[in-house]
């Protein structure tokens, strides 16, 4: 199996999670490769510290028999955006994609307004860049931090709405069509049935491009985060029962190209401030669990787990292994203790 959106932390993050530990784990749930993110600390911006992470990932994963990839962070600079691109054109697959957050998230690592985004996308044009590019979907001008109550995490849904989601969709979709991009286009978690519809409608019509969907956003909602112990917040927020519905029955049908964790670790302690993220590699095995009960074939899970990444990303074909039942309720008892909070619960 194949998770294209992890968060391992590490470096001055060594609190949260290391790479060893998060491998560890990848390694026994089953994964054969794993693709992470760059608003690291300090971020993968920087064709040095893109090369000392990559050293570090791909020795460990050596040790544990995976394949260990990263995305390169963009940023405004067209000097930056430029050498990102030489980067990745020169280490591909180690470097998997570019990475673009459309609002601010965990890292501060947003490029927010219309005008910024759009000269993004210009100079990746200009630079001739066919890869594929990750984007992180919110509209920072429809986000209200103030109506988050620290005592309930569900208000976090209120301070960045869905629409927000959806709003940030139609730009960049508006964008890259406009432009002329020549990569492919990767909406990453994808949370709400008006964003879906976009890109659907978006593929359509011949846009090259894709959308994943995590295990929270499909099992949960945002009455669910209303349960402080499970710590459920993260960017983009749960969403009401009929955006989960719609975003589970989309994988089920074939909407969805893929399941990604947006495994994203943190402390008790920062939990308790506010941090959004949550370990996600629990939910995967959770997820595969739910969706074969609700009759998935092997064949789509396959397609969801890898298959699709592999087509999306223009990688050789792999052969994906999904543990069956048996393994995958084992393997997912075994990671309780792992992390100081667990937000996923079995489903019989």
């Not at 994964?31 to 760059?38: K, Y």
């Not at 620290?150 to 709405?161: M, V």
């Not at 402080?228 to 960017?235: A, D, F, G, H, P």
Request: charged content about 25%; overall charge negative; proline content about 4%.
């Amino acid at each position: 199996m194949i998770d294209p959106h992890v968060h391992l932390r590490d470096w001055n993050q060594k609190d949260k999670e290391t790479i060893g530990h998060g491998l560890s784990l990848y390694k026994r749930a089953g994964f054969s490769w794993v693709f992470d993110m760059p608003n690291t600390n300090p971020p993968l911006t920087s064709e040095e510290c893109i090369l000392k992470r990559l050293e570090e990932g791909e020795g460990i994963g050596k040790a544990y028999g995976i394949r260990y990839s990263v995305y390169a962070g963009l940023t405004s600079d067209e000097n930056q955006i430029e050498a990102m691109v030489k980067l990745q054109n020169k280490l591909f697959p180690r470097i998997i994609g570019l990475k673009l957050f459309l609002s601010n998230s965990t890292g501060n690592m947003g490029i927010t307004t219309i005008d910024d985004q759009r000269r993004v996308i210009r100079i990746l044009s200009e630079c001739g860049y066919k890869g594929v590019l990750v984007v992180h979907a919110e509209k920072e001008s429809l986000n209200d931090s103030s109506r988050f109550d620290i005592n309930d995490f569900s208000t976090h849904s209120l301070a960045r709405p869905g629409g927000s989601e959806i709003e940030s969709v139609r730009d960049i979709i508006t964008l890259v069509d406009e432009v002329g991009f020549g990569g492919h286009l990767h909406i990453a978690h994808i949370s709400t049935k008006g964003a879906v519809e976009l890109v659907k409608s978006a593929k359509d019509k011949g846009l090259s491009i894709s959308m994943g969907a995590t295990p929270h956003h499909s099992l949960y909602n945002v009455a669910d985060a209303k349960e402080r112990s499970r710590y459920l917040k993260m960017n983009p927020p749960l969403r009401d029962e009929s955006d989960r519905a719609y975003i589970f029955s989309s994988l089920l049908d074939g909407v969805i190209d893929d399941v990604e964790s947006d495994h994203a670790p943190h402390t008790l302690s920062d939990k308790e401030k506010g941090a959004s993220g949550i370990p996600g590699l629990s939910g995967m095995l959770l997820l595969l669990h739910v969706l074969r009960k609700n009759g998935a074939s092997e064949e789509r899970l396959k397609d969801l787990y890898g298959r699709n990444i592999a087509r999306i990303f223009s990688l050789s074909e792999c052969d994906i292994y999904l543990p069956d039942e048996d393994e995958v309720k084992r393997v997912f008892e075994s990671l309780k203790g792992e992390y100081p909070f667990e937000s996923f619960v079995w489903r019989a």
